[in-house]
């Protein structure tokens, strides 16, 4: 997972891992993350070639908490382009609707990145505001009915 985790191109709207070590740092704060909240990104294997090509899915960010339940994704370049963040993404949503007590779900999405953008659209996400402490844009879905 370091392959794309670190590397500066796949990761370049995101925080990307500098060493090894940063990177196990970090998927061991999101277990801690699973094991407290009950949810942590999935790894992304690719049925095809039974190789790892993303990290993603449903969580509360470690490092910067307060938001809620995320929807976040991060694909190697070779997984680009191919719909795989889409089904994560949509996945993602239904997964999140079977929790009673989750009304909202967010995500968030650099305001370069269109086709991230375009994922989170598709999945019924809506643009709700600018966070310019984070230099990224704001999505939501209700999950349920206000």
Known sequence: MFEFLGDATAMRYTARQKSLRD??????AHERQRRRVGCAPWVVIEQETNSTIGFGGLYED???????????????????????????????VVVARRQTHWPV???FAHP?????????????????????????FLYSLALRAS
């Open 105 to 107: 779900l967010r995500a």
């Open 112 to 136: 370069d990145n269109i086709a991230s953008q375009r994922v989170l659209s598709k999945a019924g996400f809506r643009q709700q505001r600018f966070v310019p402490e984070m230099e990224r």
């Open 23 to 28: 990177c196990r740092r970090y998927l061991a």
């Open 62 to 92: 470690p490092f910067d908490p307060g938001w809620g339940p995320e929807v976040g994704y991060f694909l190697a370049p070779q997984a680009w382009g191919k719909g795989y963040a889409t089904e994560l993404a949509l996945h993602c």
